[in-house]
């Protein structure tokens, strides 16, 4: 009983660099979603999708990039890393029908220097 | 001004005392309520949810409601050291997909 699966789970990375995040679900939920966990901040939406091809802004969408090739799994870009970048990143998934709460993986912690 | 507001504790507790943690929001769309726990290094895990005002119960649980007030409440009955974490309440439009988060209120519960 899966759910949502993140990998990796602890990444360090130089300024620069780039990597993807992986996201996968077994929920066969429509609706996935990337987030971010700063302390103070809360969590804040980068990107999300409605379903297998699409993909949309969130709040904090600048420097990431996402893509939703298979209706299970949702990537996370990062293309030149930056220090701002150094968070807790979250994906999340939901069911088509609206208003549904969503469900979340364990998180990746991603450290920039 | 944030759309949902979260004291962030520390909140510290003895074993078996009541637990009241609150977020208060100021968009009136929002209809559908949440609340998450969140442990230490784990991800957010659905703990209550909610429509619209009223009270809803599960266990030692209850999530309540007051959108006159715009101020949404969980109590936490009997609370045990399993229960510290963080606690998230989140919100969403109606017909919309983005949940809106509060930041979290840490709780401590000793032995």
């Known amino acids: 009983n899966a759910g949502v699966t993140q990998t990796p789970k602890f990444r360090v990375l130089k300024t620069g660099q780039s990597m993807t995040l992986l996201c996968a679900q077994d929920m066969n939920h429509e609706y996935m979603y990337w987030y971010r966990q700063d302390p103070g901040m809360g969590l804040r939406l980068i990107h999300y999708s409605v379903g297998e091809g699409t993909t949309a802004k969130g709040e904090v969408p600048d420097g990431y990039n996402v893509s939703r090739l298979k209706k299970q799994n949702f990537l996370l870009g990062l293309e030149s890393a930056a220090p701002s970048q150094t968070s807790v990143y979250f994906c999340?998934?939901?069911?088509?029908?609206?208003?549904?709460?969503?469900?979340f993986g364990d998180g990746t912690r991603l450290s920039i220097l | 001004q944030k759309e949902v507001e979260q004291d962030p504790g520390p909140l510290s507790v003895p074993e078996g005392a009541i637990v009241s943690l609150n977020c208060t929001y100021s968009n009136s769309a929002f209809q559908y309520f949440m609340w998450y726990r969140q442990y230490s290094r784990k991800g957010p895990e659905l703990l209550m949810y909610?429509?619209?005002?009223g009270n809803k119960e599960d266990g030692r649980f209850t999530a309540q409601v007051d959108k006159s007030s715009k101020y949404i409440s969980l109590f936490i009955r009997d609370s045990q050291p399993s229960d510290s974490a963080t606690y998230l309440c989140a919100m969403i439009n109606t017909g919309f997909q983005k949940l809106v988060f509060g930041t979290g209120t840490r709780l401590l519960v000793s032995p």
């Open positions: 999340a998934s939901s069911p088509r029908r609206v208003n549904q709460p969503q469900h």
């Open positions: 909610t429509y619209s005002s």
